[in-house]
């Protein structure tokens, strides 16, 4: 109960986002730059793209992702710069059976979701290179003519007050780079307290297993997309009832931090 009451806290008290969308039309072409939160399970970003093809077959070859991570990495340990250069990341990609087909030449991404590392934003010696890092980087993608966003991260299964933390200092920097903020964080807490039963973390209680992974995937389609994951039919090997309540809590979680549902009795303003 206390452990209710306390998501319920973190998901009322922080600073609410100023932005509720990526902005412009839904990208096609995304970039993932992160760390091993990003790359277990097969990676992140595969999962988002199968559920963007399923949900848009029509359009699901037009459909892009690429990662890149660094083991351990915060921020400032990638050169966002030389991840626009031209005929670099991106220029070719790898279909069918295997096949590679070149893409057309200039801008390589739409958007650039961006994760630091789990601890970074909260730890008070790496604090303030976060938010400095989360200025240059932004800066960075918004001058290549792409869109921002920050992967909110999740609390160790041991530290459970990271959730509310980490939160916190996501949206403060998602609101100072006017950028969009993804909560998988409190996601992963909001399935936590209601599925105490199901195991998302690895044994060293920082990693993702794949319902974990799944679930992020999830909550960047519904952040990114604004589309509901609610009955896509892309499962990632996850048992069908499992993944569909992990679809509906990435969504209520989505709508929760947008302030478009009401939230532990209260009206908050909807959004659209």
Same mark, same amino acid.
């Given at each position: 109960m206390l452990f209710l009451v306390a998501l319920s806290n973190s998901l009322l008290a922080q600073t609410k986002p100023k932005r509720t969308? @990526?902005?412009?039309? =839904?990208?096609?072409?995304? #970039?993932?730059?992160?760390?091993?939160?990003?790359?277990?399970?097969?990676?992140?970003h595969n999962h988002v793209l199968n559920l963007t093809r399923v949900a848009d077959p029509a359009n699901k070859d037009r459909y892009r992702a690429t990662s890149v991570t660094i083991s351990g990495s915060g921020f400032d340990w990638h050169d966002m710069e030389s991840y626009f250069r031209p005929d670099g990341i991106g220029k070719y990609s790898f279909v069918g059976d295997n096949e590679i087909v070149f893409n057309k030449p200039g801008k390589q991404f739409d958007a650039v979701i961006m994760g630091d590392c789990s601890q970074c934003p909260v730890h008070p010696k790496l604090k303030s290179v976060f938010h400095e890092y989360a200025k240059k980087q932004t800066d960075t993608v918004v001058r290549h003519g792409a869109r921002p966003a920050l992967f909110m991260t999740w609390a160790y299964k041991d530290k459970p007050e990271m959730t509310a933390q980490l939160a916190e200092q996501y949206t403060i920097a998602g609101n100072d780079?006017?950028? #969009?903020? @993804?909560?998988?964080?409190?996601?992963?807490?909001?399935?936590?307290?209601?599925? =105490?039963?199901?195991?998302?973390?690895?044994?060293?209680?920082?990693? =993702?297993?794949?319902?974990?992974?799944? #679930?992020?995937?999830?909550?960047?389609?519904?952040?990114?997309?604004?589309?509901?994951?609610?009955?896509?039919?892309?499962?990632?090997? @996850?048992?069908?009832?499992?993944?569909?309540? #992990?679809?509906?809590?990435?969504?209520?979680?989505?709508?929760?931090?947008?302030?478009?549902?009401?939230?532990?009795?209260?009206?908050?303003?909807v959004q659209r």
């Open positions: 969308d @990526i902005g412009g039309e =839904p990208p096609k072409y995304i #970039l993932y730059v992160g760390n091993s939160f990003f790359y277990y399970n097969n990676s992140i780079n006017d950028a #969009l903020v @993804i909560p998988a964080g409190l996601a992963f807490a909001n399935a936590i307290s209601k599925r =105490p039963d199901l195991e998302f973390y690895m044994p060293d209680k920082r990693h =993702p297993t794949l319902i974990g992974t799944y #679930l992020g995937a999830c909550t960047i389609y519904a952040s990114v997309y604004k589309k509901s994951p609610v009955g896509n039919t892309y499962l990632g090997g @996850i048992d069908p009832k499992i993944a569909n309540f #992990l679809q509906a809590t990435a969504w209520e979680t989505v709508q929760q931090y947008f302030g478009s549902e009401r939230i532990a009795g209260r009206d908050t303003e």
